[in-house]
């Protein structure tokens, strides 16, 4: 059966509307399934999209529809998400699992439209049930209408998706976080699925991304990091970049001879084909915390970017290498995203200079009983799990229901409350060095609890919010990934927020919009936000293990007074959780 219908998927993208011609529909057929790959002398089943790895491209013009259909062929239930689509009054659309819909079961489809508005540039899909977006993702690029770009046209664009190697079961994964247990490790980095020439094993050496270029020629880099636990730095030896967009939005151009992507982000980069005619390594090397752990090993993926004109040897010559800065040296990532400015242009939106509420969220750590036991010590041991939290509250996923459905119905009652906190219980030194773990965590934390708390807004209202690292995360940055919105990001920082100092380093004049906000290692971030998309949007941190220990909550943002602002019923397509 999924071989026939992988048959199809050939002839599945229909009606594509010309560059500058009016809108069209792009329309595909995804089959989830089952895979056997062997990398590093062991054969892992993996589950892929129509038997890729990275899955599909999906590519469309700004403007289109896009409708696909997910056919489920793993013994699991799963969504997809549409990372960075702003999903303008197609909430039902969005995809995260258990907050706009329930799973799809195994053996059933599922039907995915929405319209791609005002949006250019790379975005991503994932899979968004537990941990299977490991090997369920692909990229999604929007072309602009008129096909002219505010940078010199690429010859071509090629999306690099750096992700990890699990050979551990990605459900027996989810499981064992879910207990508290964040032992397990990947493998390795990948680069387009492929691990590359440093992983071997018994002298069997692992393929490498090879990318083909010719001398002189522009290409567009679509940099999207879809791994659970790290940030990438990202490098071609004896080439620099030219930073042009992020998150499906322009960016000023930033020259650089390093990206730096957090799970969750995209990255547009132009590189020119200017070096001698040669071959020259490419490098995604993970970024670490600075504190070392010996647990945690280098993670790196090594590919290559080969002239057409080169020697097919390198005229014997050894292969250059990027020089990388040490996985511990967080810096980099700092100044990297602190340089980037969104570009001025005819469709650029305006900050919203009123601030109607303002919610101050600490990201932070804290320890719950575990099973029925009520009574333990408020600290790390045996008796308790560390779970993440924002406010001190960690957030529980529903397993049953989807919070959209209720929302919608108008039944809430014992799913979720309204109260989420907008600001923490009590103030502390937040970015204290002292307190990362193992340091003395019960003396800093109200009590934590578990809840479903989400937090209402009116159509409209203008927010604000700074969020906080704390060091009680051992220093962790945090991608805070928010759906359905691009929210300007005002300004970052180091250190704990202070509003009497921090406010002028706000950019009010061109900052960037961007879905995941990269929240850095010991310090802040402040974004701007209008509510002009009603639904149920899911914010969380994009780093797996901080989604599963609770880092998230919901916004709810209620209908305008126009039909046209206004959330509409569920789609035909759409399957209700008693339905599914």
């Keep these: 059966m999924v071989a026939s219908l992988l048959c199809t998927v050939a002839v599945a993208v229909l009606a594509v509307a010309a560059v500058g011609g009016e809108a069209g529909v792009v329309e595909h057929t995804f089959v989830v399934h089952e895979m056997n790959v062997t990398h590093l002398c062991n054969t892992t089943k993996i589950f892929v999209v129509n038997g890729q790895l990275p899955g599909p491209t999906v590519d469309v013009t700004e403007g289109d529809t896009v409708v696909v259909h997910v056919v489920n062929k793993i013994p699991h239930g799963l969504t997809i998400h549409w990372h960075g689509v702003r999903q303008l009054r197609s909430c039902w659309a969005d995809g995260a699992g258990f907050i706009t819909e329930c799973p799809i079961p195994p053996g059933s489809e599922r039907t995915y439209r929405f319209n791609v508005t005002d949006q250019v540039g790379t975005l991503w899909w994932h899979a968004h049930v537990t941990c299977l977006r490991s090997t369920i993702n692909g990229a999604f690029i929007i072309r602009p209408r008129d096909g002219k770009y505010p940078?010199?046209?690429?010859?071509?664009?090629?999306?690099?998706?750096?992700?990890?190697?699990?050979?551990?079961?990605?459900?027996?994964?989810?499981?064992?976080?879910?207990?508290?247990?964040?032992?397990?490790?990947?493998?390795s980095a990948t680069i387009n699925g492929k691990l590359g020439d440093l992983s071997?094993?018994?002298?069997?050496?692992?393929?490498?991304f090879v990318l083909n270029v010719k001398h002189g020629e522009s290409y567009l880099l679509r940099v999207i990091n879809t791994a659970f636990f790290s940030e990438y730095y990202f490098k071609v030896a004896g080439h620099t970049f030219t930073v042009v967009g992020a998150d499906g939005n322009y960016l000023t151009p930033f020259k650089t001879d390093m990206v730096t992507v957090a799970p969750g982000e995209a990255i547009d980069?132009?590189?020119?084909?200017?070096?001698?005619?040669?071959?020259?390594?490419?490098?995604?090397?993970?970024?670490?915390?600075?504190?070392?752990?010996?647990?945690?090993?280098?993670?790196?993926?090594?590919?290559?970017?080969?002239?057409?004109?080169?020697?097919?040897?390198?005229?014997?010559?050894?292969?250059?290498?990027?020089?990388?800065?040490?996985?511990?040296?967080?810096?980099?990532?700092?100044?990297?995203h602190a340089n980037l400015t969104g570009l001025m242009h005819p469709k650029h939106r305006r900050v919203p200079m009123h601030v109607d509420e303002r919610i101050f969220i600490i990201l932070g750590l804290g320890t719950i009983c575990r099973g029925r036991n009520t009574t333990c010590k408020r600290q790390r041991s045996l008796e308790t799990i560390e779970v993440a939290t924002m406010n001190n509250v960690s957030f529980t996923h529903p397993n049953t229901t989807a919070l959209l459905e209720r929302y919608y119905d108008g039944t809430p009652e014992g799913v979720y409350t309204e109260d989420f906190p907008v600001r923490p219980p009590r103030p502390y030194n937040y970015t204290n060095p002292a307190l990362i773990p193992p340091g003395p965590l019960e003396e800093v934390l109200e009590p934590t609890f578990k809840a479903t708390k989400l937090k209402r807004f009116k159509y409209n209202t203008s927010v604000e919010i700074i969020f906080q690292s704390s060091t009680l995360l051992m220093s962790d940055s945090n991608p805070m990934h928010l759906h359905g919105y691009d929210v300007f990001l005002l300004a970052q920082g180091l250190g704990s927020f202070n509003a009497k100092r921090d406010i002028r380093?706000?950019?009010?004049?061109?900052?960037?919009?961007?879905?995941?906000?990269?929240?850095?290692?010991?310090?802040?971030?402040?974004?701007?936000?209008?509510?002009?998309?009603?639904?149920?949007?899911?914010?969380?941190?994009?780093?797996?293990?901080?989604?599963?220990?609770?880092?998230?909550?919901?916004?709810?943002?209620?209908?305008?007074?126009?039909?046209?602002?206004?959330?509409?019923?569920p789609p035909p397509e759409f399957k209700r959780c008693d339905a599914s």
């Design 151 to 187: 940078f010199p046209t690429p010859v071509k664009d090629v999306p690099i998706i750096i992700g990890e190697w699990w050979e551990l079961d990605l459900v027996e994964l989810d499981r064992r976080m879910r207990d508290g247990n964040f032992d397990d490790n990947p493998l």
């Design 200 to 208: 071997n094993c018994s002298g069997i050496v692992e393929e490498s």
């Design 269 to 336: 980069v132009l590189m020119v084909a200017d070096a001698p005619p040669a071959h020259y390594h490419m490098i995604a090397l993970a970024n670490q915390p600075p504190e070392p752990d010996p647990q945690i090993p280098e993670y790196i993926s090594r590919g290559l970017v080969r002239y057409t004109s080169a020697d097919a040897n390198n005229n014997g010559l050894p292969v250059p290498m990027p020089i990388m800065p040490n996985q511990h040296n967080t810096m980099p990532s700092y100044y990297f």
């Design 505 to 569: 380093k706000f950019n009010y004049h061109n900052p960037q919009l961007r879905n995941t906000i990269l929240v850095p290692r010991g310090g802040w971030a402040a974004v701007r936000f209008i509510t002009d998309n009603p639904g149920m949007w899911y914010l969380h941190c994009h780093f797996e293990f901080h989604i599963i220990m609770g880092m998230a909550t919901a916004f709810i943002v209620e209908d305008g007074p126009t039909p046209e602002t206004s959330l509409p019923p």
